[in-house]
T-cell receptor, first 113, second 113 residues
Framework: KAGVTQTPRYLIKTRGQQVTLSCSPI?????VSWYQQTPGQGLQFLFE???????NKGNFPGRFSGRQFSNSRSEMNVSTLELGDSALYLC????????????FGPGTRLTVT | DQQVKQNSPSLSVQEGRISILNCDYT??????FLWYKKYPAEGPTFLIS?????DKNEDGRFTVFLNKSAKHLSLHIVPSQPGDSAVYFC????????????FGTGTRLTIIP
């Protein structure tokens, strides 16, 4: 079974721009979560989608948004990029309802200049 | 407010010896705990988990211990192998069906041949 895939793997954007990141979960997984990893901060939970609905949300500003499609693929969007948004963005999927174990993709490395 | 803490940013252990990684938490609502391992340029990989109704869970060379009264858990790796060199993250969830994970900041484990 193919793992979680994320595109693009690397991205460089300018402050003030917006960006969209994509995630394809493991086949059959209906829950997709997004995390931000920055040095010294570990992984910070952004949001989780299940059946095209946002089910959980972390403590991030409204500039961070996401959506999920009927095939469980998910996108996250960051508008009005700030230098502090430079991070590794990780997507994780799970079957949902079978425990909190999640399976992570390789991440998208976003650099804001 | 860091609800899950890994106070040792790094740890070096001789090959063949035991590696012990520690994690503390403050939120008494956490009842499911997980350990993830992360190599550079890859997403975190699930290692082992433990429910709050247990105090120990083993899987091969990996054992997780939970001390609820002290709000402390530890991961033991015996024997340590060079391939175990990675960053280890402790994570917690408030219930079995909750996909929102709260992560610690990670401990970089280096196994010395």
């Amino acid at each position: 079974k193919a793992g979680v895939t994320q595109t693009p793997r690397y991205l460089i954007k300018t402050r003030g721009q917006q960006v969209t990141l994509s995630c394809s979960p493991i086949s059959g997984h209906r829950s997709v979560s997004w995390y931000q990893q920055t040095p010294g901060q570990g992984l910070q939970f952004l949001f989780e989608y299940f059946s095209e609905t946002q089910r959980n949300k972390g403590n991030f500003p409204g500039r961070f948004s996401g959506r999920q499609f009927s095939n469980s693929r998910s996108e996250m969007n960051v508008s009005t990029l700030e230098l502090g948004d430079s991070a590794l963005y990780l997507c994780a999927s799970s079957p949902a309802g079978q425990g909190p174990e999640q399976y992570f993709g390789p991440g998208t490395r976003l650099t804001v200049t | 407010d860091q609800q899950v803490k890994q106070n040792s940013p790094s740890l070096s252990v001789q090959e063949g010896r035991i590696s012990i990684l520690n994690c503390d938490y403050t939120n008494s609502m956490f009842d499911y705990f997980l350990w993830y391992k992360k190599y550079p340029a890859e997403g975190p990989t699930f290692l082992i988990s433990i429910s709050s109704i247990k105090d120990k869970n083993e899987d091969g060379r990996f054992t997780v211990f939970l001390n609820k009264s002290a709000k402390h858990l530890s991961l033991h790796i015996v024997p340590s192998q060079p391939g175990d060199s990675a960053v280890y993250f402790c994570a917690a969830s408030t219930n079995f069906g909750n996909e929102k994970l709260t992560f610690g900041t990670g401990t970089r484990l280096t196994i010395i041949p």
